[in-house]
T-cell receptor, first 111, second 113 residues
């Protein structure tokens, strides 16, 4: 399964867009890119996922490069409640293809 | 409300004791998972199950056991063979399709007395 590389930490001013990068250079053609976030001592929360095209939902936007080797999660108007660890993972076709959670990016939103 | 329920939220284990962590889901998902998270680290897969009465070892299965007698339940037993059990344990479930996200419970924090 493909692994991902993310910066250890980032910060962003409240009200600005937070752009979180992720590299997944060994991603396979049928693997989706998923983003989750985890607030301290809670279970990870699903944010968004995509295969090839850019995706947007009420929480965020996901931009995937044309070669699919990297992606960016965009939180358009960051708030203090967006402070969390953000995980980028890739997922194969079935649960038998193990999902690998790396250490993620710790995002801090400053007032 | 559909979701995943883990209990208890906090659990203490004595040396040499087995403990069982509960995970129940009412999402009608076929696949269920157990992860372990240590402080400042990502999640590591312990066991997963794609269907009732079947389960597979993940990356760190030693010292753990599971059962999947019912679709909605996937309990994890931390045995005395697990020498470093103090961690945050997370259960998840999903539809057996990579176009569907995993849903996580709120975790159980296990500590050694």
């Amino acid at each position: 399964d493909a692994k991902t590389t993310q910066p250890t930490s980032m910060d962003c001013a409240e009200g600005r867009a937070a752009n979180l990068p992720c590299n997944h250079s060994t991603i396979s053609g049928n693997e989706y890119v998923y983003w989750y976030r985890q607030i301290h001592s809670q279970g990870p929360q699903y944010i968004i996922h995509g295969l090839k095209n850019n995706e947007t939902n009420e929480m965020a936007s996901l931009i995937i490069t044309e070669d699919r080797k990297s992606s960016t999660l965009i939180l358009p108007h960051a708030t203090l409640r967006d402070t969390a660890v953000y995980y980028c993972i890739v997922r194969g076709y079935s649960s038998a293809s193990k999902i690998i959670f790396g250490s993620g990016t710790r995002l801090s939103i400053r007032p | 409300d559909g979701g995943i329920t883990q209990s208890p939220k906090y659990l203490f284990r004595k040396e040499g004791q087995n403990v069982t962590l509960s995970c129940e889901q009412n999402l009608n998902h076929d696949a269920m998972y157990w992860y372990r998270q240590d402080p400042g680290q990502g999640l590591r897969l312990i066991y997963y199950s794609q269907i009732v009465n079947d389960f597979q070892k993940g990356d760190i299965a030693e010292g753990y056991s599971v059962s999947r007698e019912k679709k909605e339940s996937f309990p994890l037993t931390v045995t005395s063979a697990q020498k470093n059990p103090t961690a945050f344990y997370l259960c998840a479930s999903s539809i057996e399709d990579n176009d569907q996200p995993q849903h996580f419970g709120d975790g159980t924090r296990l500590s050694i007395l």
